[in-house]
């Protein structure tokens, strides 16, 4: 806590007056009071304002400047007590709970019992004016993100926070014919919010209904056999029937896989992040039988307050407008997706960074998409993991170095004057690797494919292509080193092109497929990028999903907002560099993707 102290000449004057005495004339015929009960209380404010604990020095001086300008009218109280605005104001701070704050963090006055009369009624009235203020700046921040300092728990956690002016708040405030709403103003406004909103205050009254059984019926095993699909006819049907309470229709045989079972397969395995093929594979038989692949979870009482409060957090993270046009990954659900006016118009799967290489979270605006591009080795990779296998040869200088690791993954060595050099040329003894620059050229052993989505930023992450395909079928998908890898990356650049300028989807597949070298296509109007963490989401008809907290964003954040210490043993908290580089920022800290992991074979 800090204090500012203010005080002003006519303050050590005014502060002797008593309204319990008849009057202060100087003169027989002068006015029977100098100080009005109003401007009393607004001197006794003026007095107490260095008093009132905040938590930022930049409150602590805003508030104190507002109360410092002498004809300033009182916001909150009046001669008997709490004006209407005073009221209502109060009246809202009071409602904190129900948007994910604490109604308990904001000291509020107490004025039950008030004796207007009383020979302390102007210090009870000037506490009561400041307290409310306070509570109002402290509110306004709090509600656009201010109760943590994300970078404080995760160097990963680096959102653009939108904190309001506290100078701003208690002069607007102060002119707002509805001040309660103008506080309610600082709320997030996404519908996200307000769904998550509405699903607190039912958990915490007991309205809603039991949570799912995310765990399979204990009488119900689905052992290994073969994939079960559309028309096959096995004993196994029959269980499976069982365990996603799907029966036969009157007169079919249970033992034979029919539409109403795919489709009963298929809801199933969209509620547990599996590729909806509606067949019943190794994979979708360890979801069924509770084994850990799912990228869902399911909790409920205090644990699913905890988990709304921390995502009603984030949402304070974000601008109140996103954008008519933008771009959201959602990391917990290894999704992208883009919206026009709040609707999405376009979603696919991602990959995302692994526990100990996690994608971060910020937000950017994507400047230009590039096909066919090439891909800058980090000097991580070049040391750690190159770096090695050119000594395994071992010997002299031109015998003994295998370089073969570079022809394998089709890399080329570039020297100072920007000119190709054969790696067989060059004394590995002598030089460090990290001097030289190290590229994939495009084609289709190239490792970031053929497109990738570029928002400059600080992590040096980025969207795009790859060659590990295969990987886009597992529910839980954190395999990269940072970026985010984009199935089908060719619809998401038609949807992106075609907002901006117009393409069609045979244009942008001619840029990924035709020509050799790197094209860069410049965005008209750069589009946001919002990288997030959303492990609660409500669906269109209300219902809740909930997602593993894969990185241990939530917990770190529920620690934090109840003022307790991060625990111990969650995912990595540094933030690597690692990365997939890029030359115009080869002088920052690095921070993308290293595709090398599992295409390297050693």
Request: glycine share 8%; net charge neutral.
């Amino acid at each position: 806590m800090t204090t500012f102290s203010l005080r002003s000449a006519a303050i050590g004057i005014a502060a002797v007056v008593s309204f319990a005495a008849p009057g202060f004339a100087a003169e027989p015929d002068g006015p029977a009071e100098l100080v009005t009960r109003s401007e009393a209380i607004r001197i006794s404010v003026q007095d107490q304002v260095g008093a009132v604990p905040m938590k930022d020095t930049a409150e602590q001086i805003a508030l104190a400047e507002y109360y410092s300008v002498p004809d300033r009218k009182l916001l909150w109280v009046g001669e008997n007590g709490l004006s209407a605005r005073g009221k209502a104001v109060v009246q809202e701070i009071a409602k904190a709970d129900d948007y994910g704050l604490r109604a308990s963090d904001y000291k509020l006055p107490n004025l039950a019992g008030f004796d207007a009369s009383g020979p302390d009624a102007v210090t009870k009235l000037a506490d009561a004016e400041l307290k409310i203020s306070a509570a109002v700046i402290e509110y306004a921040r709090d509600a656009r993100g201010g109760r943590i300092n994300p970078q404080s728990l995760s160097k990963n956690l680096d959102p653009s926070l939108y904190l309001p002016d506290p100078a701003e708040v208690i002069g607007f405030i102060a002119i707002r014919s509805d001040p309660a709403a103008y506080l309610r103003s600082f709320q997030p406004t996404h519908p996200q919010f307000e769904a998550l909103r509405k699903q607190l205050i039912a958990e915490r009254k007991g309205d809603t209904a039991p949570a799912p059984v995310a765990d399979k019926p204990e009488d119900v095993e689905i052992p290994a056999g073969p994939t079960l699909k559309l028309g096959v006819k096995h004993g196994q049907v029959a269980l499976l029937r069982k365990r996603l309470e799907t029966p036969a229709k009157e007169g079919a045989d249970e033992y034979v896989f029919d539409e109403d079972l795919r489709d009963a397969v298929i809801a199933f395995q969209r509620t547990q992040g599996g590729k909806p093929d509606g067949m019943v594979g190794s994979g979708t038989r360890r979801m069924l039988n509770g084994g850990e692949t799912s990228s869902t979870t399911v909790v409920s009482g205090q644990q699913k307050i905890d988990l709304l409060l921390v995502n009603m957090e984030r949402y304070r993270w974000l601008p109140h407008d996103l954008g008519a046009f933008y771009v959201d990954v959602n990391i917990p659900e290894f999704k992208v997706r883009v919206f026009k006016e709040d609707e999405p118009i376009h979603e696919t799967r991602v990959i995302v960074g692994k526990t100990h290489t996690q994608t971060p979270i910020f937000t950017d605006e994507m400047e230009e998409i590039v096909f066919r591009p090439n891909w800058y080795v980090p000097n991580s990779i070049k040391q750690n993991e190159i770096a090695p296998y050119l000594r395994r040869g071992g010997g002299f200088f031109s015998s003994g170095w295998d370089t073969s690791v570079l022809r394998r993954q089709g890399l080329r060595i570039r020297g100072a004057n920007g000119r190709d050099i054969d790696p067989d040329r060059i004394d590995w003894s002598r030089n460090d690797i990290r001097r030289y620059e190290l590229y994939q050229p495009p084609g289709p052993r190239n490792v970031l494919g053929l497109v990738k989505f570029r928002f400059p930023n600080t992590h040096d992450v980025y969207l795009h292509d790859t060659t590990q395909k295969n990987l886009f079928s597992n529910p839980v998908r954190a395999y990269s080193h940072g970026c985010v890898r984009v199935q089908n990356p060719d619809k998401l650049a038609t949807v992106l092109l075609g907002h901006d300028q117009d393409w069609s989807a045979a244009r942008v597949s001619s840029a990924m497929h035709n020509g050799a070298d790197a094209n860069k296509v410049f965005i008209k109007n750069r589009i946001p990028v919002y990288l997030t963490y959303f492990t609660a989401v409500a669906d269109e008809n209300g219902e809740l999903k909930q997602y593993k907290d894969l990185y241990g964003h939530d917990r770190r954040m529920i620690a934090a907002l109840n003022g307790r210490p991060i625990p111990a043993g969650l995912p990595d908290n540094v933030t690597a560099s690692s990365g997939g580089g890029e030359r115009r920022v080869s002088r920052r800290s690095r921070r993308g993707d290293n595709p090398f992991a599992g295409i390297f074979d050693f």
